[in-house]
């Protein structure tokens, strides 16, 4: 291994991420389901208010990394809702971090939510929203579960310049269909105001969002433990169009 454990933690914590900073990378990394989503859950938490004892849905949590983060830095309650994680599963880990009496994980698909209409007062999403929230319709039976005026923030992956259903020369040997899903920030905020249903206040990138992703995904590599694919050749071929897009609305 190119990095002891001491070296990893130290190479992957960044300045631009404090909070993040305080969780062990080797359990990130054998949680996570996508790039760190502690860093994407702290970069669209610096744009949201949450406080004390708020009720917080974490919508396509995974492993329910960033519903423990958000206990844990937030002191909110949150409702872990996955589809291909099971509850039970997700349950062992929420107790392993001593945050059960605030995380509720729930197994459930975002297309029908067991949850009381105006429950909740913010709505999350890390690096999931992508895989069912962009028809013209889904915002619509989401914002339902907010309450008035309550706050729904996302991060996705996205790109600067949208693909225009045209898959680019450079990427074509690494090129999947759901690519497609990858988004500009003001492709999201059309979307979302089109809904008539929220306030957009902030659609903007992660400052070095594609210089992170692939630092984390190489870094990783490197230390011979990713344990997804990786995504280090599509974002070297890449060059820098991608990036992670951050949503951040108000229910009218
Ligand atoms: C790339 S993973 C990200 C998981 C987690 N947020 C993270 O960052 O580690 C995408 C997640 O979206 C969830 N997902 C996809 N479609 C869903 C649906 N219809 N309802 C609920 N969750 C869904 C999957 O179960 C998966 O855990």
Request: aromatic share 14%; with cysteine; hydrophobic share 40%.
């Amino acid at each position: 291994m190119k990095y002891s454990k001491k070296e990893l933690q130290r190479e992957l914590t960044l300045p631009q991420f404090p909070l993040s900073a305080k969780y062990d990378i080797e359990w990130v990394n054998e949680n996570e389901m996508g790039p760190n989503s502690m860093w994407l859950v702290e970069f669209l938490l610096n744009k949201m208010k949450l406080r004390n004892g708020m009720k917080v849905l974490d919508l396509g949590c995974g492993k329910a990394l960033t519903s423990i983060f958000l206990a844990k830095e937030f002191g909110v309650k949150v409702w872990a809702a996955d589809l291909w994680i099971g509850a039970t599963e997700n349950y062992q880990r929420i107790k392993e971090q001593g945050v059960d009496d605030l995380v509720y994980p729930i197994h459930a698909d975002a297309h029908s939510l067991p949850f009381a209409h105006g429950f909740f007062d913010a709505i999350v999403s890390i690096d999931a929203y992508h895989y069912f929230g962009t028809n013209e319709m889904y915002l619509e039976s989401l914002i339902r579960y907010l309450k008035p005026n309550g706050q729904i923030g996302i991060v996705v992956p996205s790109v600067h310049k949208e693909f225009d259903s045209k898959v680019p020369e450079n990427l074509k040997p690494y090129w999947e269909p759901y690519l497609f899903t990858h988004h500009s920030p003001n492709w999201w905020k059309e979307l979302w105001e089109r809904s008539e249903t929220v306030t957009v206040q902030v659609a903007d990138t992660m400052p070095n969002g594609y210089d992170n992703w692939l630092k984390w995904d190489k870094t990783l590599k490197e230390a011979g433990i990713l344990k997804r694919n990786g995504d280090v050749e599509m974002l070297e071929a890449d060059g820098g169009n991608f990036t992670f897009a951050r949503i951040v609305a108000n229910k009218k």
